[in-house]
């Protein structure tokens, strides 16, 4: 990782409070604010799709089996203006993340934040219930 | 020596400097804390006019409608907003999943998602012809046509998302006149509804480089008592900012999952 990438993922935690979590649509009608979730993974695939972003990380649990949990984000669009790109994260890259488990199926959540394992800052942090509706550009 | 020495130090000055131009460029790009033209700054440039005297309000733009509660951000109080009884009763049953945008459809006038827009104006050899008004997403991919030919609304104009709308300035204000929407578009995620008989005018101003008003006038006897007009502030994104300014691309039924993480089906029905 280069100095300029470190700068940020920076000042990208520095921002992330600001972030609402979906221009698209709200946050309650598919997550469960009391289903949040921290755990280690390693990425499968990052999907720069619309209306929004994923990324899918394989999860082992305590008996071994593997789930690949599909994280939403906001769209690609202010995805791509709060600086990340294409290659600021791969799949095969161990992460930490935050999220809210889906209302019905757990392991489709809504991605809170997401640190690659041995970084202290996060990659790139969303909002949550408490963030849901703020209409911050972009 | 003492040559080699400045040489070797104003090389190391150039770099530290392009190097912290680079990062401060990325951290602009990545932290628009405030992306539009701040409020000290709306009059720190004249209002820009084309060519012909026109003044121009391409934008890029931010706001200037309502996405959350058109009867809030329209400068109405609380129940205000004069809907019929059965439109009241609707916009209380109706549930986001529901929403038509959820499903990709477009917002509708005057809704704003949190993301530049554009009155792209069209010139031909006749002069400024069409006017197409482009969200990056509320319009989930579509445009808006607005005749500025001087053309009359059709008489039976078929029920559409944007309806049929015909334009002309009166002074620098942008008059919008628009019949003929169908009634599947929710005015705001709280599911305020409207019916076909909905007709509309627009008045944009811009009253300065930063900011452009927009005084909406609902006529719909279908679903409201009286006309009523909401006003909203649109706000010029601020020259300069990387991405910021440009619409980019937005093709919402790439990859919808809407509802699966609550086991829901059959989103954006509109009722």
Redesign the interface.
């Known amino acids: 990782m280069n100095t ?1 990438f470190g ?2 993922i920076a ?2 935690g ?2 992330a409070s ?1 972030i ?1 979590v979906f ?4 946050f ?4 469960d604010a009391k289903k949040k979730v921290k755990l280690t993974g390693v990425v499968t695939q990052v ?1 720069w ?4 972003m ?1 990324v899918y990380i394989d999860v082992a649990g305590p008996d071994g089996k593997v789930i690949n949990w ?1 994280l ?1 984000l906001t ?4 995805i ?4 990340w790109g294409p290659n600021d994260l791969l799949p095969g890259e161990k992460v930490v993340f935050e999220g809210y ?5 757990e392991s ?3 991605l809170l934040s997401i640190t690659k394992v041995g970084e202290d800052k996060p990659l790139f942090e969303e909002g949550g219930p408490d963030t849901a ?1 703020q ?4 | 020596m003492r040559r080699v020495l400045i040489a070797s130090m104003t090389l190391v000055g150039v770099a530290l400097l392009a190097h912290v131009n680079a990062q401060e460029e990325r951290v602009r790009h990545i932290a628009p804390a405030n992306p539009v033209v701040a409020d000290k700054d709306v009059n720190s440039q004249p209002i820009p006019r084309l060519a012909d005297g026109t003044i121009d309000i391409t934008g890029p733009w931010f706001g200037g409608g309502s996405n959350g509660d058109i009867e809030r951000d329209g400068g109405l109080k609380p129940g205000e907003l004069p809907l019929l009884p059965w439109a009241r009763e609707l916009r209380e049953k109706r549930l986001p999943k529901d929403e038509p945008y959820t499903a990709c459809l477009p917002m509708g006038v005057p809704r704003v998602n949190p993301y530049p827009w554009k009155f792209a104006m069209s010139y031909t050899s006749k002069g400024l012809t069409h006017i197409y008004q482009l969200h990056e997403t509320g319009d989930a991919g579509a445009h808006r046509v607005i005749y500025m030919d001087g053309r009359a609304h059709p008489p039976d104009p078929i029920p559409t998302w944007w309806g049929h709308s015909t334009g002309k300035f009166e002074k620098d204000t942008l008059v919008i006149d628009t019949v003929g929407y169908n009634d599947k578009f929710w005015f705001d995620s709280k599911g305020t509804p409207h019916s076909e008989k909905l007709h509309t005018t627009e008045r944009w101003t811009r009253i300065n480089f930063g900011r452009m008003t927009h005084e909406f006038t609902i006529d719909d006897p279908g679903a409201f008592s009286r006309t009523v007009t909401l006003n909203f502030t649109a706000s010029l994104i601020r020259p300069g900012i990387k991405d910021g300014g440009d619409l980019l691309e937005f093709i919402c039924l790439e990859d919808n999952q809407y509802g699966a993480a609550a086991g829901i089906s059959g989103v954006g029905s509109g009722r």
């Open positions: 300029g700068s940020l000042v990208l520095i921002v600001t609402p221009a698209h649509h709200g309650d009608t598919e997550y999907a799709t619309n209306p929004h994923r599909n939403e769209s690609p669009n202010r791509r203006r709060q600086g488990g889906g209302k019905i199926v489709r959540g809504s509706g209409q911050t550009p972009f």
